[in-house]
């Protein structure tokens, strides 16, 4: 499954300079991508690996959590047919979903199994960067604990010059901290929006990917993703009710695109914006997530049916940061 771009470049053979035609335009797809208005990647089965699994995990019950994440290189799959050479916390692009509740302990450790210095930098921790978001040189290991204040939904992602490439590359992820008096029942996903700028591998390697340094500095990603493949959620939907509160946590990881998050016949009953345990705003369509930020969005489908999730900046749901929600 391909995520068809909005615009098609035109080829035009070289001419004459008496030739006075004038220049070939881009012109905007006819046909419809999708069987749902504004899902703008097909609904179906695909040969793409299983999806990243979007729940999240259950609300922590012990207040010590003892966290180990591996920094590792491998390859992953970022759309049907695209393999990527990616940096890593876990061997997954994003890195595991980290749930703490307020006052909660963490206790961390860092070890790097890559081939050059790595870094964690926490974006729900609070301590001098000086010492906890320290370079970790390969096959070594950094240890510290720290204790969740605030509630909200955060980025975590390495910190290494350049950071813009080791997040460019998928070395990043979520943490939620649950205020502790509960948020009401509802089902729950994660959404990481993120980007990819590839580059064509050679010879041997050529159908692998890697990260094109000048299209990243362009802001041109190839593909837009919520949690490392683009579209995945729209082959794979997912499940929910009618008349069932739905929470989705989302984090932009970036590192250069605002995630317009946006249910496509749904009104958010809430949005909690950034580290904010009650709710900012009601009664909201569309809210920016910002690079490097996170909010947590609450709505209610009132009917089944497929309800498509996307950012409505709409290059970048053509380019893959587009969803499913299948109510039954």
Known sequence: MRIPLILSCLLVACTPAADHRPPAKEQAPTTSPANVSHGEAPIGATETPPPVDAAAPARATAKLHKVRLE???TVVTIAEGVRYHAWTFAGRV????????????VDFTLINRAMMPHSMDCHAAEGAPSRVYTNVMPNDSLHYRWVAKVAGAFMYHCGTAPAAAHIANGMYGAVIVDPVRPRPAAREYVLVQSEFYTLPGAGADS???????????SLAPDHV???????????????????????????????NRVSAFHVVGGIF??????ARATPTL???QTVNVPVGGGAIFEVRPPEAGDYPFVSHAFADATKGAVGILKVE
């Not at 994003?94 to 302990?105: A, E, K, M, N």
């Not at 159908?207 to 500095?217: G, I, M, R, Y």
């Not at 579209?231 to 009618?242: M, S």
């Not at 009953?269 to 950034?274: I, P, Q, S």
């Open 71 to 73: 920094m590792m290189d």
């Open 94 to 105: 994003p890195g595991p979903v980290l749930r703490v509740t307020v006052g909660d302990t």
């Open 207 to 217: 159908a692998t990917t890697s990260l094109d340094w000048p299209k990243f500095l």
């Open 225 to 255: 993703t919520f949690n490392g493949r683009g579209g995945q959620y729209a082959t794979h939907p997912l499940p929910a009710k009618a008349g069932e509160l739905v929470r989705f946590y989302v984090v932009n990881a970036g590192p």
């Open 269 to 274: 009953e809430r949005v909690f914006l950034d």
């Open 282 to 284: 009601e009664g909201v």
